[in-house]
């Protein structure tokens, strides 16, 4: 089922294409010539392990002698990797059928060095410290181009040591908690996190907390790896790794895909729930509700007589095809700049800070979130934003507005809840962002459109506050997992208002990250190091 929509250049890969790409191992690596590279319907077949496999091939001019490779059948199979071995023949490579001590070079494919090493060892045979054992990532570039390449960190197959009485010792000190992992977006093992996040999105559709904090957990964990997972070894030590994840990652790691991956994305409930909450203002609810009355598109929805949206869904509908498309870091700085001039406008000594995902560095988002605070008085702080909302209104830049007032009690604990909403003055708007402001716009323009709707959120904190606001609005699972190693770890509480110590029975204060960090005995991570 597909909604009709279609994804443009400049837009981010739905999280489920990317999966799926990223689930077809021979396809990212093979030539596009190689007949091999189309997806399989089903799991692939376990063969029977061989040394070698012979096979009849006419004479092949050598055009390099110096390099003698045996292609390894172990993960690859004896169909793909008999036509690798006669691809490279033709290629002017000395491709062996048998591994013997004239071998320079040993290609692998979905194996570590170590799962090699082992490999030659049940085969009897020493390894020369003088043989390269190599990703078949080298081979393919080397066909593509004619010539043996540089052989470089990327194409070498890692050999882990000290795998002795504690397997990994070094990964026993990650922590299971975000907040003591630096998590940058150099993302190591994007097929897995891939898809604990869709079995996460789907727990949640279906209000399943425990599973959705499992595969959530196991998500952040592999993110802040600095290395690629390649065996079921490489996981051992790693915290928030169940057995239900574990036999999601062997499974990914033996098919290069998950079956049950594939059935949520084939799921009619998953595909509606996805397609209907991408509507601003769609929450669970209402999706269950459309879900249930038959509904399975956009289109029919929007067009029955018989549904009343709320004001936020009419606007979610109205601006659809802007709103489902990615925020531009150019663009969100050319949000700020208009934040900037409306906020300073009527307080010119307030702080305005970029918040979420563009302070942890991130390119692209789905929305723009500000945080605006002022040492000025309590009076002028409530009136700003309404203030802001009516100049952009004057000048018309307001597309929607929902202006949520301050509940904020000064004295009141934290929240025990590490998912619960602040009690600051915020506002949800749609602004107007005119190509001029930003030039990566242009080419997502619509003929004869000027103009991109996007998400933008305001939260009004006060200047005492500003701290503990911007650690939380900085989000990821970082700031939920900072307030649970505050429960648990330290006996303290921790929100977007407060630190309370409960031994000392009260409140610390910060102001700065870095304050709160030390009152917690953390070290100090930067924002770009919080993308758990």
């Known amino acids: 089922m597909t909604s009709g929509l279609l994804v443009k250049e400049g837009q981010a890969l739905p999280l489920f294409w990317r999966y799926h790409l990223m689930a077809q191992p021979e396809a990212a690596s093979a030539s596009p010539m190689d007949p091999l590279c189309t997806a399989s319907s089903g799991p692939r077949k376990k063969r029977p392990r061989q040394v070698g496999a012979s096979m009849a091939s006419p004479p092949h001019d050598i055009k390099f002698q110096n390099l003698v490779l045996f292609i390894l059948e172990k993960k690859m199979g004896t169909t793909r990797r008999n036509f690798l071995m006669e691809l490279a023949r033709r290629k002017g490579f000395r491709v062996e059928n048998e591994l013997s001590d004239s071998v320079t070079h040993i290609v692998a494919e979905n194996n570590s060095g170590s799962e090699v090493l082992e490999w030659l060892q049940v085969q009897n045979i020493r390894a020369s410290s003088q043989l390269e054992l190599l990703d078949v990532s080298w081979l393919i570039e080397s066909m593509g181009a004619g010539k043996p390449v540089e052989i470089t960190g990327k194409h070498q197959l890692v050999v882990r040591t000290d795998y002795s009485a504690t397997p990994n010792p070094g990964f026993q000190k990650i922590s299971q908690y975000a907040c003591q992992r630096k998590t940058t977006l150099n993302n190591y093992n994007h097929i897995f996190t891939d898809a604990f996040e869709i079995l ?153 800070t970029m918040t979420g995902g563009f302070r942890r560095g991130k390119k692209i988002g789905h929305d723009v979130d500000f945080l605006i605070t002022s040492p000025g008085s309590a009076e002028d702080e409530e009136q700003l934003l309404p203030k802001v909302i009516h100049l952009w209104e004057k000048k018309g830049l307001l597309l929607y507005y929902d202006l949520v007032e301050s509940t904020f009690e000064k004295f009141k604990l934290p929240s025990r809840q590490v998912d619960t909403l602040d009690h600051f003055q915020k506002c949800f708007l749609i602004l107007k962002l005119h190509h001029q402001r930003v030039d990566s716009g242009k080419s997502n323009q619509q003929e004869g459109k000027t103009w991109k709707a996007i998400r933008v959120d305001l939260v009004m904190c006060p200047y005492e506050n500003h701290a503990f606001a911007l650690l939380g609005w900085t989000g990821s699972r970082f700031e939920r997992d900072i307030r649970r190693y505050a429960t648990h770890e330290r006996k303290m509480m921790l929100d977007n208002h407060a630190l309370y110590d409960k031994t000392k029975r009260m409140f610390l204060k910060a102001e700065s990250e870095e304050e709160i960090f030390a009152h917690l005995g953390l070290d100090y991570i930067e924002p770009w190091e919080r993308n758990a």
Not at 222 to 227: A, E, I, N, T
Not at 230 to 252: N, Y
Not at 253 to 281: H, M
């Open 200 to 352: 996460a999105e789907n727990s949640e559709f279906k209000e399943n907390e425990v599973s959705y904090v499992t595969f959530m957990r196991a998500a952040s964990v592999l993110k802040s790896l600095p290395f690629t997972i390649i065996s079921m070894r490489d996981t051992e030590g790693i915290p928030c790794l169940g057995d239900k994840v574990k036999c999601i990652i062997e499974e990914i790691i033996e098919d290069g895909e998950s079956s049950e991956v594939k059935a949520v994305l084939n799921d009619e409930r998953y595909q509606s729930f996805k397609l209907f909450t991408s509507v601003f203002g769609v929450g669970l609810k209402t999706s269950e509700k459309w879900f249930r009355m038959g509904f399975r598109s956009l289109n029919k929805i929007m067009s029955d007589k018989t549904l009343k949206f709320t004001k936020m869904q009419k606007a979610g509908f109205l601006y659809y095809e802007d709103l489902v498309s990615c925020v531009t870091r150019a663009e969100a700085e050319a949000v700020g700049v208009l934040v900037k001039e409306a906020v300073w406008a009527f307080l010119p000594d307030a702080f305005v």
